[in-house]
Structures are given as C-alpha cells and as structure tokens.
C-alpha cells in the first residue's frame, strides 16, 4: 500500500529573523530606487518574491545594507527589534522628507520559549508580494523628489539591548504634520511587520490624516 508523506512549513525563531531581515534589505533597495536617492544605472534587476527587483550596485550601499540585515537579524531573534524606520532627508539641509516605517510585533512565546510555529511559505511571500508592489507604485502617491537626497535608518530597539559601536543615538527624524500612508503587512506567525510611509506635505497643508494605500 502506497503512503504519501505530507510536509508542514515549520517557521523557526532563526528562520523568521531571516525571511524578516532579508526583506528590510530588498525592501530598502526598492525604495532608495523608486525615490531616486540613488542613479536608476547603479542598480541590477534580479528576481524575488516573484516578482523582478532592483539591488544596488554601489559598494558603500551594499555593504551598509548587508551590515544592517545581519544585526537587524541578530536583533529579530532576540526579540529586541521593535521598529525600523528607512529616513530620507534633503541632501542640502538636512530636512527629513520621508519615514518608512516598518513596526515588528514579536511573539514572546517564541522567544521565550522555544515554540514552532507553522505557516505556508507561499502565503508568506504573497503577503511580502503586496508590500513589495505597493512600494514600487509609490510614485503615484508621493511627492517628487526634486533635489539630491540621502537616507538613514533608525533601529528602535528594547532598552537592555546592546548595541555595536557603529550604531550612535539619533533623534527620531520626524516630520512636521506629516501626510500618512498605511501600507501592507505580513506575518510570519512569529514576527508580525506593519509598514507605513509618512512624507512632507505643502506647508500650505496644515492638517495631518492617514490613509491606505491599495496597488
């Protein structure tokens, strides 16, 4: 008599803290390439998530960004990291023009205690999916950018963590009256990721709103 052996998809504490912190590394890329703080020729297509990507190809931005996925992914699996915010700021002075922010929801059973947790990786990149395109569409929402800019990120982390000499304390880089947009999220049933982008307005636009964005 045949038998048939059927699979679950098993999500580890590491294994989560990987698929979490290599999507702030592709997400980062597909930003700082939709807004334009880097040339559209100093990035490569590839393929992920099933869907075609952009990676730089500058040294200096691929070595800040694979140092960050690594301590991002040390600090997952500790169930240290509670938010990341990519900043873009006005090259000249300084402004902050747009927070990417990316809040992380960590389950502390996991942590704590060591449990598995099971969720379809296929339902995992769908929701990756999502993000991922509403980021590429966000040209139809934001504001140009219409002088050179740089970037940052913000690591808001539990108090006791410890954190590496090349990390320095930073104000929060906020925006005065910001215009918000509530982008998707996804949940690996062990880190649960909320993404929103905040960005200046006209100043002529004094109040401040969230909405959602669906692409």
Not at 65 to 90: D, Y
Not at 159 to 170: D, H, L, N
Not at 206 to 215: G, L, M, Q, R
């Amino acid at each position: 008599m045949a038998s048939r052996t059927v699979s679950k998809d098993i999500i580890t504490l590491k294994g989560s803290a990987a698929i979490v912190s290599e999507f702030f590394g592709y997400a980062a890329n597909s930003i700082l390439y939709n807004r334009g703080v880097y040339p559209e020729e100093s990035f490569a297509r590839v393929k992920k998530y099933g869907l075609p990507m952009l990676l730089t190809q500058d040294e200096a931005v691929k070595t800040f960004i694979t140092n960050l996925t690594s301590q991002l992914s040390e600090w997952l699996e500790a169930g240290q990291l509670q938010r990341i915010v990519l900043v873009i700021m006005s090259k000249a002075a300084g402004e902050v023009l747009e927070r990417w922010n990316f809040n992380i929801v960590t389950d502390v059973e996991v942590v704590e205690k060591g449990v598995i947790k099971e969720k379809s990786d296929k339902e995992i990149m769908r929701e990756i999916q999502a993000i991922m395109r509403q980021v590429n569409s966000c040209i139809s929402f934001l504001p140009c950018l219409e002088e050179p800019c740089i970037f940052d990120v913000l690591a808001y982390t539990d108090a006791e963590t410890a954190v590496p000499f090349t990390w320095v304390e930073s104000d929060a880089k906020l925006i005065d009256n910001p215009q918000m947009v509530k982008l998707h999220s996804f949940d690996t049933k062990i880190h649960k990721v909320d993404t929103m982008v905040s960005y200046k307005v006209d100043d002529l636009d004094d109040d401040s709103y969230i909405a959602s964005f669906e692409a």
